[in-house]
């Protein structure tokens, strides 16, 4: 119960190592063996994106149209609060003013 329990051993596999040579090396091995160089797979490609005078608008439309539905949400939970704060004082008057006279 009390003894560790230990992770699998990692089953990843072994990394790909590769060694840089000289020019002058890399043309002599590739004229006595070109197939033992590994090859490199090319780089991914990352996709670029390009906005059209449109698309510009419409982003920033939609940020003008969050930030004014986040800031009415904000001003009403605030609105709320305050509401809120002023109904218990007024309670707390009232209850006061009737706990006082009772004696």
């Not at 009390?2 to 990843?12: I, M, R, S």
């Not at 780089?43 to 698309?55: C, I, K, Y």
């Amino acid at each position: 119960m009390f003894t560790p329990k230990y992770p699998a051993p990692d089953t990843a596999p072994a990394p790909l190592v590769v060694r840089l040579v000289p020019e002058d090396e890399e043309r002599a091995s590739t004229a006595l063996a070109p197939s033992a160089q590994p090859q490199m797979p090319a780089p991914p490609t990352r996709r670029t994106v390009q906005l059209t005078p449109a698309g510009v608008v419409t982003v920033a439309a939609g940020g003008t149209a969050v930030v004014l539905v986040v800031g009415t949400v904000l001003v009403s939970m605030l609105l709320a609060v305050a509401l809120t704060a002023v109904s218990v004082a007024v309670c707390a008057v009232v209850l006061r003013s009737l706990l006082n006279n009772h004696r």
